[in-house]
């Protein structure tokens, strides 16, 4: 789905990128994991055309994703922090999205504004509305147009439990039905639940990749938060031991 | 669970969405749907609202205690000298700080930069400029204004503002999208307002006094092409006729044309004002990292 070759990229005296190689397979969940500042924000902002890499490729299937927006029509993405314009109600970003995006060959994918039971909100001001609703809203826009990869920054933080496993469902159902996923989060049983692969970013470097299943062989531990640990901790290359 | 998709035909029914947006999506330019959209979130704040009951209220108490119709027109031009570049420059600079998670959603979709941006500018910029025209100009509509050079005062008058708007919230958009720290842009913002409004005429002034005995017009007309508010000044003073009531750098500009080719000139300079902060802004914008 994703393919990385050499990126690079520096912000002032700090290498955030350094010469980072990744191949996402399509229809999987891959998780990017890493300590603070190993570069996975970087990473998906470059990935989404936010953030303007020094060197290296990303194509996505196939295809150069640079000096073009339309790559983007495939994308969904829900950002960490969801801020939108306090004055507007959801539904006008929704729509503005369709405005902006065109109705996709397929119909809006509406779903989670049923489970989250939000509907009655999305007609109010989004400043008004809690946190937790604005991230559901934030979901909701991701999953909007039914897009072949879905990038998922933190997405839980700020969800009540209930509203975490409906995501979470949503994201397995999603997946089973081929599309692509990439993740970030802090919560090791989100991954533990989700995530068909991981890459383990530091410092700038994709330092392992692979199937969970393969992590865990590879570092001896059967719990991925303990496997996680151990590669952040020896800082060891595994991808030789993986494949 | 409803299902998002009924009818046998297939076609989407969307509730959230409403039918309207469908109609409009199809070749739709992408910018013009964003100005409606910043457009709709600028003009429910309430500071839009405070900014155009501030104009209506000063614009009715100088025609009711300032005077007669020149001389009112005048007070009015002085306050819209100072207070649409504040405005432009500090509501603009604020904006787009505060609209920083709203731009990289908005970028994360198969939008053009270059679009989002002229979309965002001109999302504040024609509400504000909108407001100004309606706050200033409907008391002086009412009031009558009586004799025919006032009516091309008071057309000057508006055409300065929305042309002040015009670049102040250029610049500041300039400036926002420059600086990542809020409060440094936000004290450039301000400092950039400072000079330009306040200290930049009186500096020209200094300039004309300390050198009377040398030929400085043109030093001086150069001097004020620099300057947006001076620019706009002197497009005022042109057709106000009050040259030497507002410093000397108006006297200079009213002297050298004919009111004609000094408008022209103006106009031109003011455009040239507007054009490259956005042109700039824009450059910058589509290589920034989010």
Known sequence: ?243 | MTPAVSGATGEPVLRVVTPQARRTARGARPMVKIIQYVMHDVVRGHWLLAYGAFFLLVTEALLRFGGGGTRALLSLANVTLLVTPLVGIAFGTMYLYNAREFIELLLAQPVRRRQLFGGLYLGLALPLAVVFVVGAGVPLLLHGVAEPGDRAALAALLVAGVGLTLVFVALAFLIAVRNEDRIRGLGIAIAVWLVTAVLYDGAVLLVATTFAEYPLERALLALMLLNPVDLARVALLLQLDVGALMGYTGAVFQRFFGTAAGMGLAAMALALWIAVPVLLGQRLFCRKDF
């Open chain 1, 1 to 243: 789905m994703i393919d990385i070759h050499g990126l690079r990229k520096r912000f002032g005296p700090l290498q955030v990128l350094d010469g980072l190689d990744l191949h996402i397979r399509p229809g999987r969940i891959t998780a990017i994991v890493g300590p603070n500042a190993s570069g996975k924000t970087t990473l998906i902002k470059s990935i989404l055309g936010l953030a303007t890499p020094d060197a290296g490729e990303i194509r996505m299937a196939g295809v150069p994703v640079t000096g073009d927006d339309r790559y983007r029509a495939r994308i969904g993405y829900m950002p960490q922090i969801a801020r939108f314009p306090s004055n507007l109600t959801a539904a006008e970003v929704l729509r503005m999205l369709v405005d902006l995006r065109g109705p996709a060959d397929g119909s809006m994918d509406e779903e989670l504004a049923d489970l989250f039971e939000i509907t009655p909100q999305l007609h109010k001001p989004l400043g008004v509305l809690s946190g937790g609703t604005r991230q559901k809203v934030n979901a909701m826009c991701a999953f909007l147009f039914r897009p072949d990869l879905l990038i998922l920054d933190e997405p839980t933080a700020g969800l009540d439990p209930v509203a975490s496993g409906i995501l979470k469902d949503k994201v397995l159902r999603e997946c089973a039905d081929g599309r692509t996923f990439i993740l970030t989060s802090h919560i090791v049983s989100e991954l533990e639940e989700l995530a068909d692969d991981v890459a383990f970013l530091l410092e700038g470097r994709v330092r392992f990749s692979g199937p969970v299943a393969a992590l865990k062989r590879a570092t001896g531990h059967e719990q991925l938060e303990r496997a996680i640990a151990r590669v952040m901790l020896r800082g060891m290359p595994l991808e030789a031991v993986a494949s």
